[in-house]
């Protein structure tokens, strides 16, 4: 399974950026699909999730500014990241889980400027 993630960049603070992650490969069904993110000397923390029922689950530090989303027909993955702050400034990567395991992204750096 190949992860290839889309659409970081850097935006000045209050602007919005979309992320992309779409899965390859051989692959039946994805269960969870989701975010993760690491700034510099900090440990990775989970950003976002959705199931493939379309639930979803949002870091306290972003709910009310993130969106995830996914489609499932393409096996991709968003993340609307609306009301951006300098602390959003990470390295944010894309992961799925299948049946036989999780699989992470390369990741797409995000810098934030205030």
């Known amino acids: 399974v190949q992860l290839v993630e889309s659409g970081g960049g850097l935006v000045q603070a209050g602007g919005s950026l979309r992320l992309s992650c779409a899965a390859s490969g051989t692959i039946f069904s994805i269960n969870d699909m989701g975010w993760y993110r690491q700034a510099p000397g900090k440990q990775r923390e989970l950003v976002a999730v959705i199931t493939s029922r379309g639930s979803s689950n949002y870091a306290d530090s972003v709910k009310g500014r993130f969106t995830i989303s996914r489609d499932n027909a393409k096996n991709t993955v968003f993340l609307q990241m609306n009301s951006l702050k300098p602390e959003d400034t990470a390295v944010y990567y894309c992961?799925?889980?299948?049946?036989?395991?999780?699989?992470w992204g390369q990741g797409t750096q995000v810098t934030v400027s205030s």
């Open positions: 992961n799925v889980l299948l049946l036989r395991g999780s699989y």
